[in-house]
């Protein structure tokens, strides 16, 4: 099953010029430890998928919102020549086709 049939808002959005944070929320309780238990999503994981290096992801685990969240820097500064998504609101896609087991 992947991401995307899981979780109920995968999204990404600006965190200043300098980064764009991913917010992954879920329905249920289960459905959050399921995908959290899994070890599919983890910084060395989400590194690898948006080609950073895993010391700048930062992760954080929020179960009373039923929520993984995700920062990472920029590949450009918002508003760069060359920057295609200034409000980082399309940078979620790779997300939702990570395979949970």
Do not use: W
């Not at 399921?34 to 070890?39: A, E, F, H, L, Q």
């Not at 685990?61 to 450009?76: G, Q």
Request: hydrophobic letters at 45%.
């Amino acid at each position: 099953m992947i991401l995307a049939d899981i979780a109920r808002l995968i999204r990404s959005k600006n965190a200043g010029p300098f980064m764009i944070t991913f917010d992954i929320m879920f329905a249920d309780l289960a459905s959050y430890r399921r995908v959290k238990d899994s070890g599919a999503l983890n910084p060395t994981a989400f590194a690898k998928l948006y080609r950073c290096p895993v010391d700048k992801v930062r992760y954080f685990e929020c179960e009373n919102a039923l929520a993984l969240k995700f920062s990472i820097p920029r590949p450009l500064t918002l508003g760069e020549l060359g920057d295609g998504d200034t409000h980082g609101g399309q940078q979620f896609i790779p997300l939702m086709n990570v395979e949970i087991p």
